[in-house]
């Protein structure tokens, strides 16, 4: 839960909607939820996934008008999830963090419409 609450509060959450947030998920719990990434993988992508969501919050190009993150697109040159991650870390694998923060519930994704 650790690496949770520090990705949480890098965002820009505050404890106090956080510990709300955990109270809420921990009474509507079904005993049917499942740790879906290990605490190993998580403690090398840490870092990064606290970064991405850093600047996703705070980066003019991937805020909306109301300055909350926005849907990017997965791939771009600028303002997509590629883009954001290229910044947060170069070396990074995009489909690697995007699945964890996927898998985390740190934000969920949409097809893309045509």
């Not at 650790?2 to 809420?24: C, F, H, K, T, V």
């Not at 964890?100 to 969920?108: D, I, K, N, R, V």
């Amino acid at each position: 839960m650790r690496p949770l609450a520090n990705i949480l509060l890098a965002s820009g959450l505050q404890p106090d909607e956080i510990l709300e947030i955990m109270e809420e998920c921990c009474k509507s719990a079904d005993g049917s939820l499942s740790a879906p990434i290990d605490a190993q993988n998580l403690g090398e992508l840490q870092l990064p996934c606290m970064k991405i969501l850093c600047i996703w919050r705070r980066d003019a190009r991937y805020v909306n008008a109301q300055g909350l993150p926005r849907c990017l697109p997965r791939c771009g040159q600028d303002g997509s999830f590629e883009a954001l991650v290229r910044q947060a870390d170069p070396a990074a694998r995009v489909d690697q963090l995007l699945e964890t923060l996927e898998s985390s519930a740190q934000f969920e994704c949409y097809p893309v419409e045509t």
